[in-house]
């Protein structure tokens, strides 16, 4: 990191914040997983709550509702009998597939280093 960067108060305030930022629209413990499942492709809802140990209905469409708003997740309903929704990450969601990535990347890792 660039040393300017480091001793300048309004770069720091502003990296802070650009962090706060990110954790609060990932905030909790399903966002990043259901990111992580639908970065792999579209799902259908209960397809959606398979691939994610441990999460309730309610709460996966919650959160579903939630990434919705803010952009990452788009909802398509199928005109099939009964109804199919469908989820999958928007282009704008994508953009966060390199940092879903590397938190795993690091996670194993981690793992790794903790049971030796």
Not at 15 to 44: E, Q, V
Not at 75 to 80: A, C, D, G, K, Q
Not at 82 to 87: A, D, F, G, R, S
Request: hydrophobic fraction near 40%.
């Amino acid at each position: 990191m660039n040393d300017n960067i480091n001793h300048d108060p309004v770069a720091c305030s502003t990296h802070h914040r650009a962090i706060r930022d990110t954790m609060d629209i990932l905030a909790g413990k399903w966002k990043i997983p259901i990111i992580g499942s639908l970065s792999f492709g579209k799902k259908r809802f209960m397809v959606l709550i398979a691939s994610i140990d441990g999460i309730a209905a309610k709460m996966l469409s919650k959160e579903l509702q939630e990434l919705e708003l803010n952009g990452l997740v788009k909802r398509t309903v199928l005109n099939t009998k009964p109804v199919t929704v469908e989820y999958e990450l928007t282009e704008y969601g994508h953009s966060l597939r390199p940092i879903i990535n590397e938190m795993a990347f690091w996670g194993k890792q981690h793992r790794e280093r903790i049971m030796k």
